[in-house]
């Protein structure tokens, strides 16, 4: 749930995309890109249901009003 862990599987993900660009056929690094993730997705979705959405285009932004802006900011602390 917290938003370093969350940052830091962003950053393997992105290294791991670069290098699976250039060598897109090992299964050891495609494999370790799917298990960073599913646990990157776990903890957005843990810290959006706290916190609300990281990301405009988050899946918990909610189709009936526009929920980016009326959800407190981490550092405001949850209502």
Known sequence: ENLFNILM?????????LY??????DTRILN??????SE??????????????LTV?????GSTSWKWIKSP???EGTK
């Open 20 to 25: 699976l660009d250039n060598f897109p056929n």
């Open 40 to 53: 990157e997705k776990k903890l957005c979705d843990q810290y959006e249901k706290s916190y609300g959405p």
């Open 73 to 75: 900011w981490p550092w």
């Open 57 to 61: 285009d988050s899946e918990n932004i």
């Open 9 to 17: 599987y962003k950053f393997a993900l992105k290294e791991l995309n």
């Open 32 to 37: 370790l890109y799917n298990k960073y993730l």
